[in-house]
């Protein structure tokens, strides 16, 4: 077949791509995923939690609550209810993702602490005695829709919220039960410990964080939590639209599409179908991200991106040949898009390279500013394109 003649067929081959139901949805999604992101407001918490008290007079509890709200510059952002029935109600209707309700008499509690003379465990150990052994109502209720990996974290994050008001009114009781010790009276001490502790209050962020190549992210970028995994959300978009031009290439060849064709030129064809609308998607999604928060230049961004589209087509023609069988690799197709969620690290990282190096997206979200990763994606995209395309011809 000449070259004219193939450039003609994987033409006809594209226009008849983009008359596909399936793959035009898919496209559509690439451009609404990349709005979406790029119309969020910056800062945008990814977690609402709410707090309450069931003692509204409670002094302590109320400032607690007071110093949560102000915190805007999280990824979490707490909510104050008047109510336990108002914070349960809010948890029921999916408004919060969990809440916190403080005891009665909360300061009271606190003040418990001045009692006891001594402890290995340190102040954070008699606390938590002190509120375990009291009755359930002494207790720092969390109330949750679900028992998941996002509350157990919030816990974490919330107890080092409220530590600096706790340690706070631990050491006042601590100093009232030795006054003795001390020549100024408790409104003289509460006043100037507070200021001393205020003065070593830290309002600014002494944490840079950085690339492995040691560029720093800037901090605009730490902030928008619901952009952040735009780019691996694309990436496994491009992977559905390799997977359905699979399922196409099955229905061709089992329909006889393309029998007139020699053997010998099947495999670069076979690999050649499938590029044609990972390129198309390709150019849409490489759009996209330029329009969205933490895009890094096309310099930096077109050559992992072009990689990561050869890897795309040679994982999924490897799948293809290794399987066979339409139902087979329909059965595989939830099972690598769970893989790729879960695995590599589009929402988090479980630290599980062996399994993580076998998708592509693994290699290509660290590849920009990784020269490691880069090469090996580089290397993953030729091995695997290679390898499909000789197995292929066996």
Known sequence: MSHVHSLMLLTLLNKRFLKKPLLIFL????????????????????????????????????????????????????????????????????????????????????????????????????????????????????ICGSRDIVTKMEKEQFFSKI???????????????????????????????????????????FFDLAYENGEIIPAEENSDYFASP?????????????FSAVLFLFEDNRNGKFVWMGQAAKPLFHYAYLLLPVLDAGLLAMISLAVTPGFSGWRRELLPFLLYLLAVVGFSNLLRVLLRKTSLFSAAIPLVILACLFLTP?????????????????????????????????????????????????
């Open 346 to 394: 589009v929402f988090f990282d479980l630290q599980l390279s062996p399994l993580q190096a076998l998708l592509p997206p693994y290699f290509y979200l660290g590849a920009i500013h990784d020269l490691r990763s880069l090469i090996s994606l580089g290397v993953y995209a030729l091995v695997s394109s290679l390898l499909s395309t000789v197995l292929d011809a066996l």
């Open 163 to 205: 530590y600096q008001d706790f340690s706070l009114a631990v050491l006042k009781s601590w100093m009232d039960l030795h006054a003795t010790a001390f020549r100024m009276n408790k409104e003289e001490r509460d006043e100037y410990l507070e200021k001393q502790l205020s003065s070593y209050q830290i309002n600014e962020s």
């Open 230 to 242: 735009i780019r691996g959300i694309l990436s496994i978009t491009l992977i559905l639209i390799c």
């Open 27 to 142: 496209l559509c999604l690439i451009p609404v995923f990349a709005y979406l992101a790029a119309s969020l407001p910056k800062g945008n918490a990814l977690l609402i939690v709410g707090v309450s008290s069931a003692d509204r007079e409670d002094e302590t509890a109320r400032a607690i609550i007071r110093r949560l709200k102000k915190n805007r510059g999280s990824v979490v952002r707490y909510r104050s209810f008047n109510s336990e029935e108002a914070l349960r109600e809010a948890v029921y209707t999916g408004q919060i993702r969990l809440g916190f309700l403080f005891p009665e008499k909360l300061e009271e509690l606190l003040e418990v602490y001045g009692k006891v003379q001594e402890s290995s465990g340190g102040s954070l150990s008699i606390l938590g005695q002190m509120f375990s052994k009291g009755s359930t109502n002494a207790k720092i209720r969390i």
